[in-house]
């Protein structure tokens, strides 16, 4: 049986006509078209769909929509306005993307991260950023980019 069920999506209320366990990717992906979150493991493991829920990174896949709730969803889609997120531009500025697979995971995952850890050291990006996967292993231009954008952030802030 479908149910309809309203979410706040990138600052927006958007309803949706979908079975109550369904996984909130799915809901992202296929009915509202939002395809910047990944399928990856199906499993919460790899990080691939990762978004934020009340600004905490959070995996779609393991989401049941019903449980979401009144809280707020923010995917890559929405995490910017008109311009970049600072954790966009430096993910271009040092060329992490290689095969791209993982990179919206890993940008939300580091977004949430540097909301949390506005002045991380080295081993706390590593370790923060952990529960993301990439297949390609370009994590060493992941926590370069992570430092940089959070500078990029503090000031934003001030």
Not at 8 to 30: C, E
């Amino acid at each position: 049986m479908l149910d309809s069920i309203t979410l706040a999506i990138n600052g927006k209320q958007r309803t949706v006509k979908v079975r109550r366990n369904t996984p909130l990717l799915w809901v992202l992906r296929d009915s509202l078209g939002l395809t910047g979150t990944k399928y990856g493991c199906g499993k919460g493991l790899c990080g691939a769909c990762t978004v934020h829920l009340d600004g905490v990174a959070a995996r779609s896949c393991l989401l049941q929509v019903a449980d979401v709730g009144t809280r707020a969803v923010t995917t890559l889609e929405g995490l910017s306005g008109s311009k970049l997120h600072p954790v966009q531009q430096a993910w271009i500025d040092h060329s992490v993307p290689q095969c791209g697979y993982c990179q919206s995971g890993q940008i939300m995952s580091a977004a949430a991260f540097l909301e949390q850890n506005p002045q991380p050291t080295d081993a706390e990006i590593i370790s923060g950023m952990s529960g993301n996967l990439c297949r390609c292993g370009t994590y060493r231009r992941i926590v370069a980019a992570v430092r940089d954008a959070a500078p990029v952030l503090r000031e934003a802030k001030e």
